[in-house]
């Protein structure tokens, strides 16, 4: 299983910002997809995650804010990230979790600022 992540960049505050993330291979049906974000001297946390059949979790810090979807059919990801601050500054990362196994993609770079 791979996982590719885009949508990553500079954005002033305020702004918006669209992460994808496509996975590719073997692709169980009942999955669990993420986002996860890990900022310079932090540990990694938990953005959002949705199941494939459409509930989803959002950290306290994004609720509100950030949105994430998913299509099934693409085995794709999706976070819509409003209304950003200079603490949403991190590296982002995607994952799956399907059978017990999760997988990672490689990171995409969000940074927010003036």
């Known amino acids: 299983v791979q996982l590719q992540a885009c949508g990553g960049g500079l954005v002033q505050p305020g702004g918006s910002l669209r992460l994808s993330c496509a996975a590719s291979?073997?692709?169980?049906?009942?999955?669990?997809m993420g986002w996860y974000r890990q900022a310079p001297g932090k540990q990694r946390e938990l953005v959002a995650s949705?199941?494939?059949?459409?509930?989803?979790n959002y950290a306290d810090s994004v609720k509100g804010r950030f949105t994430i979807s998913r299509d099934n059919a693409k085995n794709t990801v999706y976070l819509q990230m409003n209304s950003l601050k200079p603490d949403d500054t991190a590296v982002y990362y995607c994952?799956?979790?399907?059978?017990?196994?999760?997988?990672w993609g490689q990171g995409t770079l969000v940074t927010v600022s003036s």
């Open positions: 949705i199941f494939s059949g459409g509930r989803t």
């Open positions: 994952n799956i979790n399907q059978i017990g196994e999760i997988y």
């Open positions: 291979g073997s692709i169980f049906r009942g999955n669990v």
